[in-house]
């Protein structure tokens, strides 16, 4: 039976909005990683089957297939396909979970699977805004609202599990502390791909302190807990990984990294909206066989502090294998691109300490979540 393994995954530094990256067109962010993948690997572009990548807001730079646009401003052959999908913020964490079915199934013996979104050139929320109201009278009678919104749903999700801003807050600053010190221990060197001299990620703050994030308004509530410094901060980054069979790969000489032992998805509350990865999780590891106690590390995507803290409460995980790296409330959420970049963290610490089993899932617009379970080898 065919299997699904990543070879090698590579991200950029993650860039603040406006920041470093902010002058670099997300199609040659997209091809800087595709570059680098193959660089590494000794890929020969023209053996790769499809292109399958990430991308939240489709318009402006980043619409026309960015994964097209992508594979041929890298310069790979012009018979390289790509196709560009959307699960909000976990597309690129589907992207990954499409090459793992195709060539499973057999249709594909090579997928390069990844993700990208240029906040700074293409903001948040662009395609909405084209778009208008799009929620037909059916959704928003069905749940009561005129609109749904991530950060009420955050402000819904510390309201029901009893979280105190002092306790998000500490959260937060925990995740900045983490991922300094990973950074510094060179944790990151391996897997990130320098653009343009910058090799690190810009947005860690290394002085905060509960005093300084006690002095940011609320910004969903007036009496609100959710404010900027203990929500993901808007960013720019790409990622991509090598997705293949381990036959395959043995054929090549290349040495996979892990397997993709389980993917799930799941749907939820799209009022409340980011509560599916606990759902998500329990799916995965039901499928898997697997318990909470057997993964040695989780990466939770920290859209906002009550999304990873609300989920170790409900699963019971180790709070210390809970995003050691720190997550993107230090380094930030480039949307499409953060289901890649978060998943070659994990790869690259599973590989690190040597830990068997990995975890990834990710909140996402209209109440969903991706989950992956990742077995190193």
């Given at each position: 039976?065919?299997?699904?393994?990543?070879?090698?995954?590579?991200?950029?530094?993650?860039?603040?909005?406006?920041?470093?990256?902010?002058?670099?067109?997300?199609?040659?962010?997209?091809?800087?990683?595709?570059?680098?993948?193959?660089?590494?690997?000794?890929?020969?572009?023209?053996?790769?089957?499809?292109?399958?990548?990430?991308?939240?807001?489709?318009?402006?730079?980043?619409?026309?297939?960015?994964?097209?646009?992508?594979?041929?401003?890298?310069?790979?052959?012009e018979t390289v396909p790509g196709t560009t999908v959307t699960r909000a913020c976990g597309s690129s964490q589907q992207a990954v979970s499409f090459a793992a079915a195709a060539v499973m199934s057999g249709q594909h013996d090579v997928?390069?699977?990844?993700?990208?979104?240029?906040?700074?050139?293409?903001?948040?929320?662009?395609?909405t805004t084209i778009l208008g109201d799009s929620y037909?009278?059916?959704?928003?009678?069905?749940?009561?609202?005129?609109?749904?919104?991530?950060?009420?749903?955050?402000?819904?999700?510390?309201?029901?599990?009893g979280l105190s801003r002092a306790e998000l807050d500490e959260f937060a600053?925990?995740?900045?502390?983490?991922?300094?010190?990973?950074?510094?221990?060179?944790?990151?060197?391996?897997?990130?791909?320098?653009?343009?001299?910058?090799?690190?990620?810009?947005g860690i703050r290394r002085n905060g302190?509960?005093?300084?994030?006690?002095?940011?308004?609320?910004?969903?509530?007036?009496?609100?807990?959710?404010?900027?410094?203990?929500?993901?901060?808007?960013?720019?980054?790409?990622?991509?990984?090598?997705?293949?069979?381990?036959?395959?790969?043995?054929?090549?000489?290349?040495?996979?990294?892990?397997?993709?032992h389980t993917s799930s998805v799941v749907g939820d509350d799209p009022r409340i909206m980011l509560t599916a990865p606990i759902a998500a999780t329990k799916k995965a590891l039901d499928r898997a066989g697997l318990t909470i106690a057997n993964v040695g590390a989780f990466e939770i995507n920290e859209a906002f502090a009550p999304v990873p803290v609300a989920w170790q409460r409900e699963t019971g995980a180790d709070p210390d294998a809970l995003n050691p790296l720190g997550g993107a409330i230090a380094v930030g959420h480039p949307l499409g691109g953060s289901g890649a970049i978060l998943m070659t963290r994990?790869?690259?610490?599973?590989?690190?300490?040597?830990?068997?089993?990995?975890?990834?899932?990710?909140?996402?617009?209209g109440g969903m979540a991706n989950a992956t379970i990742l077995e190193l080898l």
């Open positions: 039976m065919r299997d699904a393994v990543i070879v090698d995954a590579v991200r950029t530094p993650i860039g603040r909005r406006n920041g470093a990256l902010s002058d670099i067109h997300p199609a040659k962010l997209s091809a800087h990683v595709l570059t680098a993948l193959a660089e590494r690997s000794a890929l020969d572009p023209a053996d790769v089957d499809d292109v399958i990548w990430g991308c939240v807001s489709q318009v402006g730079e980043q619409s026309s297939n960015i994964a097209r646009i992508a594979a041929l401003t890298a310069e790979w052959p997928v390069v699977a990844g993700g990208v979104e240029s906040m700074s050139r293409i903001p948040m929320g662009s395609a037909p009278r059916e959704v928003t009678d069905r749940y009561n609202v005129e609109k749904f919104s991530q950060g009420i749903g955050a402000e819904m999700m510390a309201e029901r599990w600053l925990r995740s900045h502390s983490r991922a300094a010190e990973a950074t510094d221990a060179g944790a990151f060197t391996r897997q990130i791909t320098p653009v343009d001299g910058y090799h690190q990620d810009e302190s509960l005093e300084s994030l006690a002095e940011l308004a609320p910004v969903f509530k007036e009496d609100g807990v959710i404010h900027a410094g203990n929500s993901s901060q808007i960013s720019d980054g790409a990622g991509a990984l090598l997705v293949t069979t381990s036959e395959y790969a043995a054929a090549r000489g290349w040495t996979p990294i892990v397997r993709i994990l790869i690259h610490h599973m590989k690190d300490r040597s830990i068997r089993f990995g975890l990834q899932s990710m909140c996402e617009a």
